[in-house]
């Protein structure tokens, strides 16, 4: 667990005690708090399981696209993988060159083909695409800015969902999510790459879905993709393969699957097929950034109900961390401060948002005062999914390095919503 609990019973992270990010005027609560250090040496380990091969880890930006965290992670050589003309720029402007970018999304704009069709000398690494019809919109975007995309094909490996060991919200790899091509489509996909002057094929994508616990779903997607990629590479000179993210954590359920796991099980693989010349690529988001992200959230107060029911009411609902609500995830919520003989006992967790589903599950809490806890495991989905709904204000952000707040991102004022929306239509 990266959180970890001081001599004096305060937790801390990345060696900053939560106690005092809460009471840091810059920050309070509810916050996001990350490790840095942590986050870069996630990175680090998944280089090393590639050992010597050619390969680029682009993050998935969309886990979470605080800018430090997106330098960060570029400082330690990742490239980055977008679903938005957003995204890209962001990515671009934190440090993440062009050439190792790629842009996936089944519903890229004209607007962001074009984005994408200008972004650096030559254009991004690819821009991936997801359908057949997709690709007939790239080239005539690409014609008509006088330029030659370099573009991927997403294939969909149609892996039985029942086989997806996840939410089935987040399975991408099955015949009915709408991502990818589809396998009996690719051959259509390359006869419109090879009529039309303004596409390069560059490589192949896969992602079959997020937060897998055992290889072996992963792993039936870069099967599809490696046998595909030795067929395809007979017509076209393919540059790299990429398998996708997905790789989960530790959510205290006890996943030990690490994801440098997956990467060195990719590469046996790509052993096998005879791909070992292309540059293989992966786009991890959460297994990079989860683990070293909490929630810093106060207790506003307690309230019985009938019978034994109970409830500690936190600043943080699920406006700052959907998870909860919309997949019935579960994050462990801890106290910050756990004075030793202190009693633990059964409470329902919920945040201030008017809707029954702002509701973070039971915890064990102290019986006593509690004033301050962290929910755990909130790096990758939390912020970059959080709202404001019910005029709430978005959280504030806390970098931590070198054991020391690095930078804070400072919550808007409590009305400062309604200025914004009142100016909007004035
Ligand atoms: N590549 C593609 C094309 C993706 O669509 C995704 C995630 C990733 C990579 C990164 O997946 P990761 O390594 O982070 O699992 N909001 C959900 C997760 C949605 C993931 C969407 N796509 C959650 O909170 O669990």
């Known amino acids: 667990m990266p959180v970890t609990r001081r001599a004096d019973g305060t937790l801390a992270l990345g060696g900053v005690s939560l106690a005092e990010v809460a009471a840091d005027s810059r920050a309070g609560t509810p916050s996001y708090v990350y490790d840095l250090d942590a986050i870069a040496n996630e990175a680090r380990e998944l280089h090393a399981a590639f050992e010597a091969a050619p390969h680029v880890v682009h ?8 800018p430090t965290i997106i330098r960060t992670l570029a400082a330690e050589g990742c490239g980055a993988d977008v679903v938005s003309g957003a995204e890209l720029e962001l990515a671009h402007r934190c440090g993440i060159d062009a050439g190792r970018i790629v842009y996936s999304g089944v519903a890229k704009s004209d607007e962001e083909l074009d984005l994408a069709l200008a972004v650096g000398a030559n254009g991004i690494k690819a821009i991936v695409a997801e359908s057949v019809e ?3 919109r790239i080239a005539a975007r690409a014609t008509a800015a006088s330029r030659v995309a370099s573009v991927s094909i997403r294939i969909n490996p149609g892996v039985d969902a029942e086989a997806l060991d996840t939410h089935s919200y987040i399975a991408t790899g099955h015949d009915d999510a709408k991502f990818g091509v589809a396998v009996s489509r690719i051959g259509d996909a390359l006869d419109v790459i090879a009529r ?20 072996d779903p992963y792993l039936a997607g870069a099967k599809t993709l490696f046998g595909l990629a030795r067929e395809v590479r007979t017509r076209f000179p393919l540059a790299f393969v990429d398998s996708g993210g997905g790789f989960g954590i530790d959510y205290g359920d006890g996943c030990a699957v690490r994801p440098a796991d ?6 046996v693989l790509q052993r096998e097929f005879g791909l070992d010349d292309l ?16 929630v810093l959230s106060r207790v506003i107060q307690r309230k019985a109900g009938a019978g034994q029911r109970r409830w500690t009411i936190i600043d943080a609902g699920m406006n700052d961390l959907l998870r909860p609500a ?19 006992g059964p409470w329902r967790v919920v945040g201030p948002v008017c809707e029954s589903s702002d509701d973070f599950g039971m915890h064990d809490l102290p019986e006593g005062e509690v004033d301050l806890v962290a929910i755990l495991d909130a790096g990758a989905y939390g912020y ?5 709904y019910n005029g709430r204000a978005l959280p504030a952000e806390v970098f931590v390095r070198d054991g020391a707040i690095a930078q804070v991102v400072s919550r808007k004022p409590l009305l400062a919503w309604v200025e914004e929306r009142l100016a909007e239509t004035a």
């Open 384 to 388: 970059s999914m959080a709202s404001r």
């Open 134 to 136: 997709e690709l007939a």
């Open 279 to 294: 540059m293989l690529g992966c786009e991890p988001g959460r297994a990079l950034v989860a683990a070293h992200g909490v």
């Open 196 to 215: 039309s002057p303004s596409l390069r094929l560059v490589g192949l994508n896969a992602h079959v879905g997020s937060q897998f616990t055992t290889l």
């Open 262 to 267: 997956f990467i060195r099980a990719t590469r």
């Open 59 to 66: 993050y998935a930006v969309k886990a979470n696209s605080a």
């Open 326 to 344: 919309l997949y019935q995830a579960r994050h462990r919520i801890v106290p910050v401060h756990m004075p030793s003989g202190a009693v633990n």
